[in-house]
Nanobody
Framework: QVQLVESGGGLVQPGGSLRLSCAAS????????MGWYRQAPGKQRELVAT???????NYVDSVKGRFTISRDNAKNTVYLQMNNLKPEDTAVYYC?????????WGQGTQVTVSS
């Protein structure tokens, strides 16, 4: 059973930065696509960014140029560096691991952007 544990969320002012981390259990972390999703109150969960085994990245348009996804395969960890945060980035952020037959989710970490 794979466990994904997110950390790094919190309250930040507009224009500020946060770095989210997601530590994964299990083997062969390096071969799986990892992603960050978010869900704001009253909205559907949306993809924020993904990174595949070759470290190719993909971002939703609203975060391009502000967020950076990265991975450290030696630590079984994926990161999301979030800069120039905006109130509309407020959401619960979830880590995701995509495998051939199923995917796994973390418990989520709250990010609140407010003055």
């Amino acid at each position: 059973q794979v466990q994904l544990v997110e950390s790094g969320g919190g309250l930040v002012q507009p224009g500020g930065s946060l770095r989210l981390s997601c530590a994964a259990s299990g083997s062969l972390f390096r071969i799986y696509t990892m992603g960050w999703y978010r869900q704001a109150p009253g909205k559907q969960r949306e993809l924020v960014a993904t990174i595949n085994s070759g470290s190719t990245t993909n971002y939703v348009d609203s975060v391009k140029g502000r967020f950076t996804i990265s991975r450290d395969n030696a630590k079984n960890t994926v990161y999301l560096q979030m800069n120039n945060l905006k109130p509309e980035d407020t959401a619960v952020y979830y880590c995701n691991q995509r495998r051939t037959t199923r995917e796994y989710w973390g418990q989520g970490t709250q990010v609140t952007v407010s003055s």
